[in-house]
């Protein structure tokens, strides 16, 4: 039985909303805020706030960095080695 948090009916049914007044039930609360934050962490703006919060900056980036990295398929890390090659070949021939 379910109790809601705001009216305090007790419902017997398996729901997620309280039949009396609408307001979802404290676990299915609990479960939205818990993905909301591991969705705010996993962004660019969580990670963004991450390093800048964090005591030593220069130590906080470089793990994000490490991390980001880690996550990329061998695919994209080739790519990303092919541009930086190209990019490199194209400043020394202008130099």
């Not at 017997?12 to 039930?25: I, Q, R, V």
């Not at 963004?48 to 960095?65: G, P, S, T, Y």
Request: one cysteine or more; hydrophobic letters at 45%; charged letters at 25%.
């Amino acid at each position: 039985m379910k109790k809601c948090p705001v009216c305090g009916h007790e419902n017997p049914l398996p729901e997620t909303k309280c039949p009396k007044c609408g307001s979802y039930y404290s676990k299915i609360i609990e479960l939205i805020d818990r993905e909301a934050a591991a969705e705010e962490e996993q962004s660019f703006r969580g990670q963004c706030r991450r390093i800048f919060q964090a005591d030593n900056v220069k130590l906080a980036l470089k793990a994000e960095c490490k991390r980001w990295w880690a996550g990329l398929g061998l695919r994209a890390k080739f790519t990303l080695f092919v541009i930086f090659v190209f990019v490199f070949a194209l400043v020394v021939t202008v130099l």
